[in-house]
């Protein structure tokens, strides 16, 4: 089974950035569809974006426009990368590979 491990949350102004990464074990990780969720204190767990083994991108339209998917296939690695943060944003972030979950990264922001 394939392992998650996210990394890159953390406490941000409005307006700011981060790049949330997501490490994956497995050696066939170019073959899965990554994506990333999220869930916000009180709500359930929500699609945010995903990404193919060929880089094709969707998102939610909430993001469309602020956030980028994006893989490393050489490094085993998907990233969020989050510009232009609101505070309807925090949440615990989670990315899967459609399989398993990651134990998730807090990203909270607040001014």
């Known amino acids: 089974q394939v392992q998650l491990v996210e990394s890159g949350g953390g406490l941000v102004q409005p307006g700011g950035s981060l790049r949330l990464s997501c490490a994956a074990s497995g050696s066939i990780f170019s073959m899965y569809v990554m994506g990333w969720y999220r869930q916000a204190p009180g709500k359930q767990r929500e699609w945010v974006a995903s990404?193919?083994?060929?880089?094709?991108?969707s998102y939610t339209d909430s993001v469309k426009g602020r956030f980028t998917i994006s893989r490393d296939n050489a490094k085993n690695t998907v990233y969020l990368q989050m510009n232009s943060l609101k505070p309807e944003d925090t949440a615990v972030y989670y990315c899967t590979d459609q399989i398993g979950w990651g134990q998730g990264t807090q990203v909270t922001v607040s001014s």
């Open positions: 990404i193919t083994g060929s880089g094709l991108k």
